[in-house]
Structures are given as C-alpha cells and as structure tokens.
T-cell receptor, first 115, second 112 residues
Framework: ETGVTQTPRHLVMGMTNKKSLKCEQHLGHNAMYWYKQSAKKPLELMFVYNFKEQTENNSVPSRFSPECPNSSHLFLHLHTLQPEDSALYLC??????????????FGPGTRLTVT | QQQVKQSPQSLIVQKGGISIINCAYENTAFDYFPWYQQFPGKGPALLIA?????SEKKEGRFTISFNKSAKQFSLHIMDSQPGDSATYFC???????????FGSGTKLNVKP
C-alpha cells in the first residue's frame, strides 16, 4: 500500500445522480491531485491542491467539483455526468511540487461507470 | 496535442527476454523523465527516472536510455520476468507536478 486510500473502489451512477469520491493520505504530504485515467490514453491531470489551495484546474467541466478541507483529505464531487466520464479516477499526493525532488504516491483509484 | 508519445501500445516478451518501451517528446524544456509501473487494481508507482544531462540510468534490471538530440527515451527491462507484467507509463515534466505529462501506456505481458 502506498498510504493513499480511495473510496469507493467502484461506483456506478446514473447521469442524474450526485456522488462523491474520497481520497485520504496520512503521509504528511502537502499537495494532492486528481487524475482521470481512460483506456489507452495518457493520464489527465484534473486538479491540484497545495496546502489546501487549488493551484491547477485543467479546463475540467464544472460537473466535476473538487474539495480539499485539509491537507489529508480530497474529495471529487460528481453531478450530471456523461457516459464519456466513465474512467478510473486516481488520487495522488506528494510532499513537494518538484518531481525531481519528491515522489508522487498514487491511490488505487475509483472505477467510475456512468450509465 | 499529446506532449509525450509512447510505443508500443502492447508488448509480449518471453521470460528472460528484453522488454523495450519507447517514448518521444517535442518540448526541449522538459527537465525530468520518470517511468511508472502500474499493476491491475493499483495506482501507478514510480519505477525509475532520469534527468536530460544523463544518457543512461540503471537500477537493477531496469535501464533508461536517453537521447537528447533525438528527443527520445526508452525503458529496457533485462531478464524480463512474469512478475514484470504490468502497464508502463513514461512521463515528462517541466519542474512541477502541475506540468506533468504522461504517455499513453504500454501493457507488457511476460510469458513464462
């Protein structure tokens, strides 16, 4: 285990539902990330939080809403999703922001299916 | 536009063979090139990484070869084992996890 946990591991939701993904790390890291992983495509960085402040939003549709109440927890609130949003959603954390100095640790992901 | 192009998409290697995965990039400002390994049901994990001022880095059976002039880098897995069967991602970064670009992945299957 990497020390980054994600719940739920699997989620099936209809297009009109509202659900939330949860990520938790107890590594003492200051930065947390949401990625979208679709089959045969590069991982897409969605959001970055550093010391609870959002520092990156890569043109993600507003139907995805992140929340970072503290440095250990990160949420991704979902509403009115589309079938093309079905993917593996990965959470990650790192102590610092420079990849050459700090390692990024990934959780196991939440497999989301939108019906 | 994809910042890092990875090939092949899938690879089958016999046990004991050499697995080679290639990546190419365009942005010469990239300053760090990591490789990640992902097993089914798990998130990616850092495997090995290289800076552009080094042409080769070796850690155990894993070697990165870096060709700055060609803007290419590759992962070599020597003496491939069935336990190496996983999906491998190359990546390139501009000094910040906010500017971190992954390849599309290579699914490696090492046959016993």
């Amino acid at each position: 285990e990497t020390g980054v946990t994600q719940t739920p591991r699997h989620l099936v939701m209809g297009m009109t539902n509202k659900k939330s993904l949860k990520c938790e790390q107890h590594l003492g890291h200051n930065a947390m990330y949401w990625y979208k992983q679709s089959a045969k495509k590069p991982l897409e960085l969605m959001f970055v939080y550093n010391f609870k402040e959002q520092t990156e939003n890569n043109s993600v549709p507003s139907r995805f809403s992140p929340e970072c109440p503290n440095s250990s927890h990160l949420f991704l609130h979902l509403h009115t999703l589309q079938p093309e949003d079905s993917a593996l959603y990965l959470c990650a954390s790192s102590l610092g922001r420079d990849p050459s100095s700090y390692e990024q640790y990934f959780g196991p992901g939440t497999r989301l299916t939108v019906t | 536009q994809q910042q890092v192009k990875q090939s092949p998409q899938s690879l089958i290697v016999q046990k004991g063979g050499i697995s080679i995965i290639n990546c190419a990039y365009e942005n010469t400002a990239f300053d760090y090139f990591p490789w990640y390994q992902q097993f089914p049901g798990k998130g990616p994990a850092l495997l090995i990484a290289i800076r552009p001022d080094v042409s080769e880095k070796k850690e155990g059976r894993f070697t990165i070869s870096f060709n700055k002039s060609a803007k290419q880098f590759s992962l070599h897995i020597m003496d491939s084992q069935p336990g190496d069967s996983a999906t491998y991602f190359c990546a390139a970064t501009l000094g910040n996890f906010n500017k971190f670009y992954f390849g599309s992945g290579t699914k490696l299957n090492v046959k016993p």
